[in-house]
């Protein structure tokens, strides 16, 4: 199983960047994916999770209204729009992929993981 993240970068403030995760090796259909980021010094948490049908997703309270999760099941790929970023957004980005049944949400273990991607934002 491999998932690759891509479309990091460096970014300013009030900018955007779309997070691509392309997933290989699985039936991609059968997961629900999140995206999880981890700052420097900090632990590392959901920030968004999308079910296998994209019909419920999940967002951390401090992405409400600026982030986008969703997925293209066709072509295997899960992706992130985030807009208005600030520089608390900072940190390298991740996908994971779950075959668990449960809702979407914190709290869950994942079963895959991506190797990340760094996003940037300058103030």
């Known amino acids: 199983v491999q998932l690759v993240e891509s479309g990091g970068g460096l970014v300013q403030a009030g900018g955007s960047l779309r997070l691509s995760c392309a997933a290989s090796?699985?039936?991609?259909?059968?997961?629900?994916m999140g995206w999880f980021r981890q700052a420097p010094g900090k632990e590392r948490e959901l920030v968004a999770a999308?079910?296998?049908?994209?019909?419920?997703?999940y967002y951390v309270d401090v992405v409400k209204g600026r982030f986008t999760i969703s997925r293209d099941n066709a072509k295997n790929t899960v992706y992130l729009q985030m807009n208005s970023l600030k520089p608390e957004d900072t940190a390298v980005y991740y996908c994971a992929a779950d075959m668990s049944q449960s809702p979407v949400g914190p709290g869950k273990e994942y079963d895959y993981w991506g190797q990340g991607t760094q996003v940037t934002v300058s103030s």
């Open positions: 090796g699985l039936t991609f259909s059968w997961y629900a």
């Open positions: 999308i079910s296998w049908s994209g019909g419920n997703t």
